[in-house]
């Protein structure tokens, strides 16, 4: 079993490169036959990986196309405590998120989760009843916080706030008939693609090997017959089990999977749009109990708004699309709570999911009502199958399928992703990186060399405030493997396709940096 540890800033076995990709690749192919493979490189199949290391077995794990590549990048970037599932009665549910938070924000990835508060206005026109029903289930999920050991100096408890400081938090907030709003707390994800990242480098520096742009064209419960789409050519890698955690294309591999995929798209507006919001903005859905269309303030100076939950019927795109109706139902319901509508010349982008249902809604029943459970299928002897769930809980989904193949006792409650240790304390170093890397800010910072120009934004007429030091990092630690990687996966400049296109020429010109070495 491989003992827990600290994983040192940079350490050469967490870095992910080319070469590396290469090494391990050649490894596989010739005949090397491991513990487990593990198809699938978002969060889910990245958490197998390192809980399926850590307790010593010997793992590979293949990507079609890059890490973070499917639905693990379009979440609303929450590590959230369930407070949505504990208002439709799914408590279970609720609890294992408010654990899994828990577990991320206290020793997983402290420094990749940030608290931010969520308003809930109340108006006039709000009933005493809904009043009610929004107090209880604020209390209910406060004390799902204090059972998970969450400590309130971490998260704080809800609480009620007067006009003038709604209006301070939020701007754009109508004010009309306001009389207030409920507040409570959850954590906002530095990014969904940085998790999974520091994940996958958390696998490799237990010995995992990851390859990406591997297509498994075929598995079975011994290995998969793979073909490797950067390289060319086809080979087989021999396994002892195999674990399929293609998250909404797990059916396409094994049969017996049957999805209901939902579409869940978000907008992304300028924060000078909302007048630059403090907080987070929840408005209720009519006629929905306990569906929100809400805010989420980010770094950049945008804010995401979102979210919603329609069925995605038909073949399965690499890269959903939002349709112009749920553009239009989300400006429409957020609307209702501003001063001044924002309209579509407002959205600067848009973003949408395919969430891996793992159930057959009734007739005529919506996608919303489908549990956010997770679902595993297989055995000894067979393809494992891990599906469904919810990027907070992906650490559970992961124990879940290793403890199908090892007896092993799991240990990623208390492993600690790269970067996760103490932060520099270095004026010096940009916040920005502080924020991003963690442990590791000082290290990409370093990789400017006495280039200045590296350590500035990309663009100064973009919103994104991405660095040049985050393009070498990205391309020489972090398995980024071309521009595409950097701008959709280890930046995300592309959410804003105006930024992207801004940033081109910049990240194309770093490409032939990328051998700069860590110190």
């Known amino acids: 079993m491989s003992a827990a540890r600290t994983i040192r800033p940079g350490d050469p076995m967490s870095l992910l490169t080319a070469a590396r990709r290469r090494r391990e690749r050649d490894e596989l192919a010739n005949g090397h036959v491991v513990d487990l493979l593990v198809i699938g490189g978002g969060v889910t199949g990245v958490g197998v990986a390192l809980d399926a290391a850590t307790r010593g077995l010997d793992v590979a794990l293949i990507e079609a196309h890059d890490y973070a590549f499917g639905t693990s990048r379009w979440s609303s970037k929450m590590v959230h405590g369930g407070l949505r599932y504990l208002a439709t009665g799914k408590v279970g549910v609720a609890w294992e998120s408010a654990v899994e938070r828990a577990c991320i924000a206290q020793h997983v990835a402290p420094h990749l989760v940030h608290p931010f508060a969520q308003l809930v206005p109340i108006f006039d026109s709000t009933t005493r009843k809904d009043l009610a029903i929004t107090r209880a289930g604020l209390t209910a999920g406060d004390a799902l916080r204090r059972a998970s050991r969450l400590p309130s100096s971490r998260l704080p408890g809800p609480s009620r706030i007067n006009v003038d400081r709604v209006r301070e938090l939020i701007p754009a907030v109508q004010t009309d008939g306001l009389r207030g709003a409920f507040v409570s707390w959850d954590f906002k994800l530095e990014d969904d693609a940085r998790l999974v990242v520091s994940i996958a480098r958390t696998a490799a520096a237990y010995g995992a090997r990851l390859i990406t742009r591997a297509r498994a064209i075929s598995i079975a419960a011994d290995g998969a017959h793979v073909e490797d789409t950067l390289d060319g050519g086809e080979f087989e890698i021999r396994a002892r089990n ?115 249902l793992a159930a057959n809604p009734a007739e005529g029943a919506a996608t919303a009502d489908i549990s956010r459970h997770h679902l595993i299928t297989g055995g000894t002897g067979e393809v494992i199958t891990v599906t469904g769930g919810k990027l907070t809980t992906y650490r559970r989904m992961a124990q879940d399928a290793v403890d199908r193949i090892s007896e092993v006792k799991c240990q990623t409650q208390r492993i600690a992703l790269v970067g996760a240790g103490a932060t520099p304390i270095d004026p010096t170093i940009p916040h920005r990186l502080v924020r991003r890397f963690g442990s590791e800010a000082s290290l990409v910072a ?74």
């Open 242 to 356: 195999v674990i399929n955690a293609t998250g909404v294309w797990a059916g396409t591999l094994d049969p017996q999977v049957e999805l209901t995929p939902s579409r869940g798209t978000h907008l992304v507006l300028p924060a000078a749009a909302l007048g630059r919001p403090k907080a987070s903005l929840t408005v209720p859905v009519p006629d929905h109990f306990g569906r929100f269309v809400f805010t989420i303030p980010q770094f950049d100076d945008l804010v995401y708004i979102g979210l919603t939950d329609v069925p995605a019927p038909g073949p399965i795109p690499d890269v959903p699309r939002p349709d112009a109706d749920e553009v239009d139902w989300i400006l429409d319901v957020f609307n209702r709570s501003l001063h001044k509508a924002v309209t579509r010349a407002d959205v600067i982008g848009t973003f949408a999911g395919l969430r891996p």
């Open 446 to 519: 370093g990789l400017a060399d006495g280039d200045n120009s590296l350590l500035q934004p990309l663009s100064s007429e973009s919103h994104s405030r991405v660095l040049g030091v985050e393009v070498l990092w990205a391309l020489q630690a972090e398995g980024a493997l071309d521009i595409e990687d950097v701008l959709e996966r280890r930046t995300r400049i592309s959410l804003v396709p105006g930024d992207s296109a801004l940033a081109n020429e910049a990240v194309s010109a770093l490409l032939g940096k990328a051998t700069i070495t860590v110190h």
